[in-house]
């Protein structure tokens, strides 16, 4: 069952080649800039609206990926969510050329796997 769940977490990171032209609005190094402003204690009005955005874009992929099967947290929170991402992305960071969103379904793919 890992092995599946890593092949789908891999799969989510290739692009498809529907899009192999596109490159998305946000990306890994995007996203990982704005994690920072999100977890930095001296936030500035350019960081308040990073850090803002940060959380909307990670529940806005949420949302959108509602009933996939692709994760399945339960009663979290934004915070709780946006602090799953921040570990993912720093701990992962040869995804950073990925779109945001192929790296926000990863990491909650891996925190919060739907049960068989």
Known sequence: MKAVKLILIAAMLIPMSAN???NAFIDGHKLQGKSRAYKSGDIDDADLYDAGAYVYYIMGVIDSNIGSGLFCPQNISSDQAANVVTKYLNEH???LDSSGEALVKAALAQEWPCKP
Request: hydrophobic share 35%.
């Open 20 to 22: 192999a032209g596109f």
């Open 93 to 95: 960071p040869q995804s």
